[in-house]
């Protein structure tokens, strides 16, 4: 979805660099959340947040730390890499103001496919 | 905490065969259900999605799944797959009063021509 985009969509780093992913979205929704996906475990939640001022842990925070610097961006850091933060890394959004069939349907970024060697 | 299986990690069918991927859920309480597909080198798209209502859903490319609330379970269909249809599919499930998603480990489709 266009309304959702990612930087950078690829990445290669070394064990120990700091490294941020970032997300933004057009689409004025207060939700944002980050998932990685590996192959046979589906995606898992990171971080997700609420509104700007709003950030909760997911199932897999540890080594992972994030800042919403606005309603429309949400970026995701990993501030020393190690291998098996290898991974596909999508960002989401959602809208907590519309009604009841949309308020949980999310839309994902395209993906960052992240290596750390 | 809600957890989401689907038991078919791998699956290959021949261009017009039907596809059943099973996906089964645990929480006993009101679920939102949704199947979602990434096609190769794509992000997740939702396919359908299940509120309320009635149990059989129509999405889009002539997906439909049914919620059997006495099973716990959200199997995706199509009766007569294409070559395009090869792409991952991803059920998730989220607590009504809730707003996270839970994926399932996700079922890789290879529809061969």
């Known amino acids: 979805d266009a309304d959702v985009t990612q930087t950078p969509r690829n990445r290669i780093t070394k064990t120990g660099k700091r490294i941020m992913l970032e997300c933004s979205q057009t689409?004025?929704?207060?939700?944002m959340y980050w998932y990685r996906q590996d192959p046979g475990l589906g995606l898992r939640l990171i971080y997700y947040?609420?509104?700007?001022?709003?950030?909760n842990k997911g199932e897999i925070s540890d080594g992972y730390s994030v800042s919403r610097q606005a309603q429309a961006k949400f970026s995701l850091s990993l501030e020393s890499a190690i291998p098996n933060q290898t991974a596909l890394y999508f960002c989401?959004?959602?809208?907590?103001?519309?009604?009841?069939?949309?308020?949980?349907?999310?839309?994902f970024g395209p993906g960052t496919r992240l290596t750390v060697l | 905490a809600q957890s989401v299986s689907q038991h078919n990690h791998h699956v290959i069918l021949s261009e017009a065969a039907s596809l059943e991927l099973g996906c089964n859920y645990s929480y006993g309480g009101t679920v939102n259900l949704f199947w979602y597909v990434q096609y190769p080198g794509q992000h997740l798209q939702l396919l359908l999605k299940y509120f309320s209502g009635d149990p059989l859903v129509k999405g889009i490319k002539g997906f439909e799944a049914e919620f059997i609330k006495s099973k716990f379970s959200f199997n995706l269909r199509k009766p007569s797959v294409q070559w395009s249809d090869t792409a991952e599919y991803f059920c998730?499930?989220?607590?009504?009063?809730?707003?996270?998603?839970?994926f399932g480990g996700g079922t890789r489709v290879l529809v061969k021509p």
């Open positions: 947040s609420f509104d700007v001022k709003d950030i």
């Open positions: 989401a959004t959602s809208d907590s103001g519309t009604s009841g069939r949309n308020k949980d349907e999310q839309f």
């Open positions: 689409k004025g929704h207060d939700r």
């Open positions: 998730a499930v989220n607590i009504a009063a809730g707003n996270k998603l839970t």
